[in-house]
């Protein structure tokens, strides 16, 4: 039996029944793995996470019941592999798949699997109707009515599409670290007008520059946040929600490592990441401290800063690509309750904004409800505070995540 096929089930059974995240998942067991299984066993972790709803339409007709949530995910996987992946290794998929599961079950799946294989893919229906997208696009109708009713049909349709793709990796040049003269020595790493995204054929997550600290992955729209943001050497910066430190160590280098930046967040373990990203860009004037944004202007009650950055916790809806199982923890209160808790970060931290200071608003979803009224809604409270600019990025429109991202300023 092919033991990488049983990670990659221990994980999505982990994952889709169990409440994992596959990210960390990931982390924590592709330890054991060779460079090689782990590259596999990611590929079939998020493609069955991307295409679980057409994936179980292609065999729920052949089983009068569905069977226990261990089996159903493992003819997920067979199905992803048979008709998505590994094309050509029938004989070793349904094998594999009979082995792993229960002896009461072994027949069904065998069954099934060779069913399919006799019958071959049903095509999926045309996504013209909102129940044959979300059944192609694995969405739930409710989000795509949302998306609907705040971007329009055809925006619904293209984001919801994007979002089957893989999540592209993107990366940044740090400054501190390497010059872009340095850069230039590679021909095949080039750095993009807004002298900051790095474009490349290689792979960075293997690159030793990475480890060196010399280039950060992260995400072209999440790069434009500290550019909007858009700090000056001396400036003191005030970043309130900063796990895991890549806007952190971006806003360190645009500083030129001049000035001071307070990093902040809930958790002290989420903490040690910001630290860690500091110490490997060689961020020096980044000092952590464990802080509830919600009580930001009591904890630290007389301080204020030239720029304040919150990247505030969200529903995460423009980073499907990256964490698809987003999508089978979310409901529509659950939205409500994050919006609540937006509203108070935004509330508790505006006042360490300092008269004449910037403050950035971002998220990393596509909820207007998150984003543009939320922000409405604090100005309405807050008529000292003016709105510069502000941008809706969506997926569809490149290799990048949804984000959202507000600009105001502190009257005077």
Known sequence: MNTTRKRAWQGLNAILNEGQYANLWLRQHGQTLSEEEKRWVTAVIYGVL??????????????????EPSVAVLLDMSVYQLFYLDKGAEYAIVNDAVELCPRSKKGLVNAVLRQLLRR?????????????????TSHPQWLLQLWKAHYGEEKMRQVALADLEEAAVSVRI??????????????DWVLESNGWTIRTAGNPVSDPWLKEGKIVIQDRSSQQVALMLDPKPNDTVFD?????GTKTTQLAAMMNNEGSILACDLHAHRLALVEEA????????????????????QQLAGRQFDRVLLD???????????KPEILLRLTPDSLDEIIALQAVILTHCAPLCKPGGTLVYSTCTLNRKENDKQVAAFLLQHPEFELMTEQ?????EGAQDGFYIAKMTRRG
């Open 50 to 67: 991307r295409h679980r709803e057409p994936l179980r339409w292609q065999w729920r007709d052949l089983v009068r019941n569905v069977p």
């Open 120 to 136: 071959g893919p049903k095509p999926l229906p045309e996504p013209e109707s909102i129940a044959d997208l979300a059944l192609v």
């Open 174 to 187: 740090n400054p501190l670290k390497l010059s872009r003269e340095a850069l230039a020595q590679r021909p």
């Open 240 to 244: 309130a929600c900063s796990a895991p």
């Open 278 to 297: 500091a110490q490997r860009c060689g961020a020096t004037i980044i000092q952590t401290r464990t802080l509830d944004a919600a009580q930001a202007d």
């Open 312 to 322: 505030v916790p969200c529903s995460g809806l423009g980073v499907l690509r990256h």
């Open 392 to 396: 809706t990025i969506f997926p569809d």
